[in-house]
């Protein structure tokens, strides 16, 4: 997928407004890093097919019910602030570091995403139950499952992008946590994919 291509793609899933604020908002993505270290400097140039793309995917696969959305790890943005530039739904992002936390801040104040709250604060501490459930690359899934369930319910779908993914990582995973697993390939990147969950309920 080319820029032009990614460009594109968010226009005819999401709309001219989410393709605004992604425009407003990868200056300032480029501009923080020259402070901290946010996402490899070899992806800039192809940030839109490579983080955005990548992160959006994820709201085509939320369903319903998905009004309160929350995001562990969200890091450089991603893939939290970027949802939250399409989806107009609570979302709460939570990250530890406090530098990624101000920045997240002062992106989603620049762009009026009123409907987003950060944590400043490991998923462990939160209790909030959620819809959805995203984490792009943080920790093991089952690592993620023990750390926010507190945050779970039965209704809760669980959107983790990964690299590729073992069957051997998964099994077990269903019975010990109640939960049905199934996998989605990633549209940005051939050796990607998503691992879905879903509660009882679902």
Same mark, same amino acid.
């Given at each position: 997928?080319? *820029? %032009?291509?990614?460009?594109?793609? =968010?226009?005819?899933?999401? /709309?001219?407004?989410?393709?605004?604020?992604?425009?407003?908002?990868?200056?300032?993505?480029?501009?923080?890093?020259?402070?901290?270290?946010?996402?490899?400097? #070899?992806?800039? %140039? &192809?940030?839109?097919?490579?983080?955005?793309?990548?992160?959006?995917?994820?709201?085509?696969?939320?369903?319903?019910?998905?009004?309160?959305?929350?995001? +562990?790890?969200?890091?450089? /943005?991603?893939?939290?602030?970027?949802?939250?530039?399409?989806?107009?739904?609570?979302?709460?992002?939570?990250?530890?570091?406090?530098?990624?936390? %101000?920045?997240? @801040?002062?992106?989603? $104040? !620049?762009?009026?995403?009123?409907?987003? *709250?950060?944590?400043?604060?490991?998923?462990? @501490? +939160?209790?909030?139950? #959620?819809? +959805? &459930?995203?984490?792009?690359? =943080?920790?093991? &899934? *089952?690592?993620?499952? @023990? #750390?926010?369930?507190?945050? !779970?319910?039965? *209704?809760?779908?669980?959107?983790?992008?990964?690299?590729?993914?073992?069957?051997?990582?998964?099994?077990?995973? $269903?019975?010990?946590? /109640?939960?049905?697993?199934? =996998?989605? @390939?990633?549209?940005?990147?051939?050796?990607?994919?998503?691992? +879905?969950?879903? /509660?009882?309920?679902?």
């Amino acid at each position: 997928m080319t *820029e %032009d291509e990614a460009r594109a793609w =968010v226009d005819t899933h999401f /709309g001219a407004r989410t393709v605004d604020r992604l425009t407003r908002f990868v200056p300032m993505l480029a501009d923080e890093m020259q402070r901290q270290n946010l996402i490899a400097p #070899s992806t800039l %140039d &192809i940030v839109w097919a490579r983080h955005l793309v990548d992160s959006l995917q994820l709201g085509l696969l939320a369903e319903a019910p998905a009004e309160r959305w929350l995001d +562990i790890g969200t890091g450089a /943005g991603f893939p939290g602030l970027v949802l939250a530039m399409a989806i107009d739904a609570p979302f709460l992002l939570v990250e530890p570091r406090k530098r990624r936390v %101000d920045f997240l @801040q002062g992106c989603s $104040d !620049a762009l009026g995403l009123t409907h987003v *709250e950060l944590a400043c604060a490991k998923v462990e @501490q +939160i209790a909030r139950p #959620s819809h +959805i &459930i995203t984490a792009r690359a =943080v920790a093991s &899934i *089952e690592k993620l499952l @023990q #750390s926010a369930a507190a945050c !779970a319910t039965a *209704e809760t779908r669980w959107l983790l992008p990964r690299g590729a993914v073992d069957p051997e990582d998964l099994r077990g995973l $269903d019975r010990r946590y /109640g939960l049905t697993f199934h =996998v989605e @390939q990633s549209l940005t990147a051939a050796d990607s994919s998503i691992v +879905i969950a879903d /509660g009882a309920k679902r």
